[in-house]
Nanobody
Framework: QVRLVESGGGLVQPGGSLRLSCAAS????????MAWFRQGPIGGRELVAQ???????????SYADSVRGRFVISGDNAKKLVYLQMNSLRPEDTGVYYC?????????WGQGTQVTVSS
């Protein structure tokens, strides 16, 4: 059974930084997409950052406009780890952050980790 476990969330002041980690385990054989989503107090779940082509020579990161230049996604496909470095955090970054992996066309999600940006 595939399992994703996030960690690293917490309370941080505006302008601060956090690093989220996600560790995946279980039968994953062709992971090609690793991503982070978030869900704020209102609205649905939105894509924050994704790493496409993970584990290949053509991997590339992409970001939501709202976080580009502040967040960095990275991953280790062989170890099934994915990270999200979040800098210059803003109150509007507050939400539950979910790790997402797509393996052989199947989507897997973590349980989420809360990030609160507040003074």
């Amino acid at each position: 059974q595939v399992r994703l476990v996030e960690s690293g969330g917490g309370l941080v002041q505006p302008g601060g930084s956090l690093r989220l980690s996600c560790a995946a385990s279980g039968p994953l054989y062709e992971t090609r997409t690793m991503a982070w989503f978030r869900q704020g107090p209102i609205g649905g779940r939105e894509l924050v950052a994704q790493l496409l082509g993970s584990g290949t020579t053509n991997s590339a990161a992409s970001y939501a406009d709202s976080v580009r230049g502040r967040f960095v996604i990275s991953g280790d496909n062989a170890k099934k780890l994915v990270y999200l470095q979040m800098n210059s955090l803003r109150p509007e970054d507050t939400g539950v952050y979910y790790c997402h992996i797509q393996d052989r066309g199947t989507n897997y999600w973590g349980q989420g980790t809360q990030v609160t940006v507040s003074s």
